[in-house]
């Protein structure tokens, strides 16, 4: 019986070759945008695939970094590319599902991107400040709930999952606290572990780490099950508050790409995300490798987008 590394590889050279019978024709390179800054999870994990792409894309892979107002420059630049599949958008939820109900007006259109797959999903998680007197999920909104109006929720700014996160369990739970919005996660970590801000619903790769180090403490993971970057903590549910939040990470076409074109794209990341290799830097950020086909693709952007949609109008979420 064949080994799981020849099976992998055997899968690998099919999809290389779907790829080539469509789109290796062409003698560009594979340009993944990513609409955010590099060192971020959207970027690293693109560029964690490039390396194992390379061999199903002839002319090459290139990922670029075009960022600025919460990734529509990105996007923007995507939407108006050539559709014959050599330039995809590489990009967490916010130009593909939630963008489009947060600013008055777009130069794209988000439900005109032909999906290609997610790359993987990564739960948030609610992160509180040490200072704060709470160990559990229950003890934190007890403590909330004794102080409405009082507790501090950092975000990455207006409009972020860390945001819409922050909203959704406020809803959920009852709960009212103030919103102080930073420019990306960093500083946002910084004033909380610094105890400036009591909480933050952040992505678990960048808060993991601090909890590991005991400079914050992570309560709830906002998945339907544990992530193995933080086993020992548990998820929403298993403490009695219905609450699924995860950022996804996926891969789109400009519209009127073809959806062959589409489908060999897929194959092509699926072959590369079933790597072991990738799997385990993936892990390294809190990833959950996906991979899904177009069709899976699209319902769960179209499902994130409506959640989102519902929260913003609930919270009256608005961007400048």
């Known amino acids: ?28 390179p594979l340009r993944l945008v990513v609409p955010f800054p590099a ?64 600013y008055k007006s777009l130069t794209f259109d988000p439900t005109k991107w032909v999906p290609v797959t997610v790359l993987a999903t990564v739960p948030n998680v609610l992160a509180v400040s040490n200072k704060l007197p709470v160990n559990n999920l229950q003890e934190f909104i007890a403590y909330v709930k004794a102080r409405p109006g009082q507790v501090s929720f950092a975000s990455q700014g207006n409009g972020s999952t860390s945001h819409l996160t922050a909203g959704m369990f406020m809803e959920i739970t009852g709960t009212k606290m103030i919103h102080v919005p930073y420019k990306g996660t960093a500083p946002a970590l910084v004033d909380l572990v610094g105890g400036q801000v009591d909480c933050f619903f952040d992505n678990i790769a960048s808060s993991a780490p601090m909890h590991t180090g005991g400079k914050l403490k992570v309560l ?54 079933a790597d072991p290799e990738v799997k385990k830097k993936f892990a390294e950020q809190g990833a959950e490798p996906r991979g899904w086909a177009p069709e899976q693709t699209a319902q769960f952007i179209r499902a994130e987008s409506d959640k989102w949609s519902k929260v913003i109008r609930s919270a009256n979420v608005t961007v400048e």
């Open 1 to 28: 019986m064949p080994s799981l590394a020849l099976r992998a590889a055997a899968a690998f050279i099919v999809a290389i070759a779907a790829t080539a019978a469509v789109y290796a024709q062409s003698a560009k």
């Open 39 to 102: 060192g971020g999870t959207a970027d690293i994990l693109p560029r964690v695939l490039a390396e194992k792409l390379r061999a199903a894309y002839p002319a090459g892979v290139v990922v670029e970094n075009k960022t600025g107002a919460g990734g529509n420059i990105g996007a923007e630049f995507v939407a108006k590319a050539e559709s014959d599949g050599s330039t995809l958008l590489a990009s967490p939820p916010g130009p593909i599902a939630i963008n489009n109900h947060l």
């Open 220 to 273: 709830a993971v906002a998945d339907e099950q544990r992530s193995s970057a933080l086993p020992n903590v548990p998820t929403f549910a298993e403490q009695k508050v219905a609450m699924n939040a995860v950022t996804f990470f996926s891969v789109v076409a400009p519209p009127g790409t073809p959806a062959a074109v589409a489908a060999a794209h897929q194959k092509a990341f699926a072959a590369a995300l």
